[in-house]
């Protein structure tokens, strides 16, 4: 079964408003997750990278305050898309970092996706 | 900077019948490289990995080889099955680092196996 969910699997809103998207990781802790966007026939593309009880590291061109990412528990990351316009329409996803107890090893974990649609 | 590439989609095969998905990567030292699979309305799995040079990732029938030489990283089925079709992904990350989250992706390529 799934051991990382994302909330809502779609949405719809509106030009202007603010959607929020949860990534949470079911069965284990998580320090680090991270956060994709994907372009329809692209690839994958890293947005930012949450840690938890810190502030997010944001990839270079990806626009913070539009994309803002709080990691507040061991289990839970969001994403919130504010003053959303239709060119952030896109699939979203979210993956978390289940650590091993060998240093420096573990794997990682995929949700689902978020499909935002802003009309 | 680091970049994947795979063949253009969609792949259509009949069951049974062999497949192999080409992707080349380009990046400095020695990335880790990874097929991730996505099956419709789920998540992206890891299919399998390898982590240097010459090795062989397999899983479920799957395989790839690292080609440092070609820096590629094919994945091959003797025989698929329709309950292979899905998007799969190859993908590296940077060698050296600490946590294998950074991940740069290729764009994908859609399989459909018709029975």
């Known amino acids: 079964g799934a051991v990382v969910s994302q909330h809502p699997s779609w949405v719809i809103c509106k030009s202007g408003t603010s959607v929020k998207i949860e990534c949470r990781s079911l069965?284990?802790?998580?320090?680090?997750m991270f956060w994709y966007r994907q372009f329809p026939k692209q690839s994958l593309m890293l947005m930012a990278t949450s840690n938890e009880g810190s502030k997010a590291t944001y990839e270079q061109g990806v626009e913070k305050d539009k994309f803002l990412i709080n990691h507040a528990s061991l289990t839970l990351s969001t994403l919130t898309v504010t003053s959303a316009h239709p060119e952030d329409s896109s699939f979203y996803i979210c993956s978390a970092w289940r650590e091993r107890e060998k240093v420096n090893t573990g794997e990682l974990f995929f949700g689902e996706g978020s499909r935002l649609t802003v009309l | 900077g680091d970049s994947v590439t795979q063949m253009e989609g969609p792949v259509t095969l009949s069951e049974e019948a062999f497949l192999t998905i080409n992707c080349t990567y380009t990046?400095?030292?020695?990335?880790?490289l990874f097929w991730y699979v996505q099956y419709p309305g789920e998540g992206l799995q890891l299919l399998l990995k390898a982590t240097k040079a010459d090795d062989k990732g397999s899983n479920k029938g799957f395989e790839a080889t690292y080609r440092k030489e070609t820096t590629s990283f094919h994945l091959e089925k003797g025989s698929v099955q329709v309950s292979d079709s899905a998007v799969y992904f190859c993908?590296?990350?940077?060698?050296?680092?600490?946590?294998?989250?950074?991940?740069?992706f290729g764009q994908g390529t859609i399989l459909t196996v018709h029975p």
């Open positions: 990046a400095t030292g020695y990335p880790s």
């Open positions: 069965d284990f802790q998580a320090t680090t």
């Open positions: 993908a590296l990350v940077k060698a050296g680092g600490t946590s294998y989250g950074k991940l740069t």
